[in-house]
């Protein structure tokens, strides 16, 4: 009877210490309520950032008070404490050997702190070693026990309920590395003016589709990335109307004068980025690569490859861009917090062996820029692009002479059969944004290209020569952050899309050049209806389409929703 009565005597002894060091503790206590539950377990009185927090918390184990430099003997909770670590070695102190007893105590620390001396006197008592317990100790044991029950409970339901979560998300998680993203795009298209590029009236209806787009990002170590897209799409180009690129949207297939989408899923973007050192990032394209992966297109709030921003493939970026695309690889490397270097090649057939395609014998892009930020809020950006066998995607079909011999409808159709128009361009491009405040943005590009024609190509229609053109774009842009709601936006684009200006004189007489100047004039809203919700309603109008004051103005209209997961 006498060994059972000292096992529980035993408890006694260490409530009574953790009271005596707790008395002051309690005359600051936080309020319990919900909203200081979520505080961390040790508040700090001195305030001191979160961040260093943890690594300050955490408490080494003493064996002796002399182990702790800010105890001394005529502290008032000295014996106390010095039963608590020498008596049952039950308390802690801070990595720096400081143990900080006048900082401010909750009731959750107290009973955690409680609960840990608990389970040091429940060891004691299975290794039969506690025999200077007294019945006073159990007493206070007993009503301490019955004070913190509420506390003490609720903080075993918390663990319980994390376990049982993260067991769940353990379960159920889709990979460890890997984390699905997605984007849904339902868009009316409607034609409420114009005529098409040849002359004829456009058919003012109305078209509804979708784009869908689901990306797998995975990352092996926290800093590369490997992006995986699927998409689908049941939108045809708007140039298979209007029989020009000028007022394609971004959000259909890029293809210009593309038709008879179906939303057929397929591999879009697959890439995957790795840091070499901590300045350069290496991006490696396989497939459907564009040159805005790894370079700044300096067209903030404008692109958003068609999922935000510009409604257009002009208002989305400089078409200088756009010959860009395929497979291959790019690099930028960050000099310093000012200037930054992107290089890149792409190839536009790197899958196909036969001759005239290939990563090197093909199509293909390659693009150099250097951007400034020479002060806050202003960025620029120099642009040098040289293509083989790639268009702009954007502006007349003269423009666009390899594509629109191909691909246009009309083009076919009066020449019998589609025509493969060997091309080299090199392109020079300056852009401009400047955020002067944080709810308006101006900025704006200009774009040259020089296209020569490779070889002389016969047609029914007679001989188109070698020879050059002379191609230039410009565009002002500006934008209204946060207007009428935080992450909302408004847009205007006013300029011309790719016009050729010159001819050298076989091509002039053959094809000639683009006599008059078509605006390009784009106004959209872009409302953030929630976090995972934006409606952009918007206008193109188009004047002189095909640069041909002939073709009477295009206007199109669309209101783009997109779904965001």
């Known amino acids: 009877m006498q060994k059972p009565l000292s096992y529980l005597l035993l408890i006694s002894a260490v409530s009574s210490s953790i009271i005596s060091i707790s008395n002051t503790t309690f005359a600051g206590e936080i309020s319990t309520t919900s909203e200081d539950k979520n505080q961390p377990l040790f508040v700090n009185s001195s305030e001191k950032p979160l961040e260093n927090l943890h690594q300050e918390q955490t408490m080494a184990q003493v064996t002796s008070v002399s182990q ?5 003997p005529t502290d008032w909770a000295f014996q106390a404490l010095q039963s608590l670590v020498e008596r049952y070695g039950c308390i802690a102190g801070y990595p720096n050997s400081t143990y900080r007893g006048n900082r401010a105590l909750t009731r959750y620390e107290f009973a955690a702190g409680l609960n840990a001396c608990l389970d040091r006197v429940n060891e004691l008592l299975a290794t039969a070693t506690a025999d200077l317990v007294t019945k006073e100790d159990l007493a206070k044991l007993q009503k301490l026990q019955e004070e913190f029950a509420a506390e003490l409970a609720t903080l075993r339901g918390r663990v319980d309920a994390l376990e049982a979560r993260t067991s769940e998300l353990e379960a ?21 003016a114009g005529d098409r590029a040849n002359g004829e009236k456009l058919d003012r209806n109305t078209a509804f589709g979708d784009r869908i787009r689901l990306d797998f990002n995975t990352s092996f170590t926290g800093k590369d990335l490997l992006r995986t897209r699927l998409q689908a799409t049941n939108l045809n180009a708007v140039s298979a109307s209007t029989l020009t690129p000028e007022g394609d949207l971004r959000f259909t297939n890029n293809d210009t004068f593309s038709s008879g989408n179906n939303n057929s899923v397929e591999i879009d973007a697959l890439l995957y980025s ?39 493939v002009f208002g989305t970026r400089n078409p200088i861009y756009y010959p860009v695309d395929g497979a291959g690889i790019g690099l930028r490397h960050q000099f310093n917090d000012q200037i930054e270097l992107s290089l890149g090649y792409l190839a536009g057939s790197p899958d196909d062996p ?7 014998n093909g199509a293909y892009g390659a ?13 620029l950006g120099f642009t040098y692009v040289n293509s083989y066998n790639a268009d702009l995607g954007a502006g007349s079909n003269r423009a666009n002479l390899r594509t629109a011999l191909a691909s246009n409808p009309a083009f076919i159709d009066a020449l019998g059969e589609e025509i493969d128009l060997p091309i080299s361009s090199n392109s ?5 944004s400047f955020q002067l405040s944080p709810k308006f943005v101006i900025g704006g590009w200009v774009g040259y290209t020089n296209t020569r024609t490779l070889a002389a190509v016969d047609t029914n229609l007679g001989t188109i020569p070698r020879g050059e053109l002379d191609i230039w774009n410009y565009a002002v842009t500006l934008a209204f952050p946060d207007l009428g709601k935080e992450g909302s936006v408004g847009g205007i684009i006013v300029g011309m899309e790719p016009k ?43 004047t002189a389409p095909d640069h041909n004051s002939n073709n009477d103005d295009i206007v199109i209209g669309t209101i783009r929703t997109t779904f965001t997961f």
Do not use: C, M
């Open 274 to 312: 790795f840091p070499l050192g901590d300045k350069t990032t290496v991006i490696l394209e396989a497939n459907a690569g564009a040159a805005d992966d790894f370079t700044n297109t300096v067209n903030p709030f404008f692109d958003g490859d068609g999922d935000f921003g510009a409604l257009s």
């Open 172 to 192: 159920n998680q889709f990979s460890t590395t890997t984390k699905l993203s997605g984007t849904a795009i339902f868009a009316p298209v409607s034609f409420f």
């Open 500 to 542: 050729v200006t010159g001819a050298s004189s076989g091509l002039r007489d053959a094809v000639g050049t683009d006599r008059d100047t078509s605006l390009h004039i784009e106004g959209f809203y872009q409302y953030k209806l929630s976090e995972n919700i934006s409606i952009t309603p918007g206008v193109i109008w188009l």
């Open 354 to 360: 036969t001759s005239g395609n290939g990563l090197f």
């Open 428 to 432: 020079y491009g300056f852009q401009a």
């Open 68 to 72: 702790l430099s800010d105890v001394q």
């Open 367 to 379: 693009i150099g820029q250097l951007t400034v930020q020479p002060t806050k809020g202003l960025t």
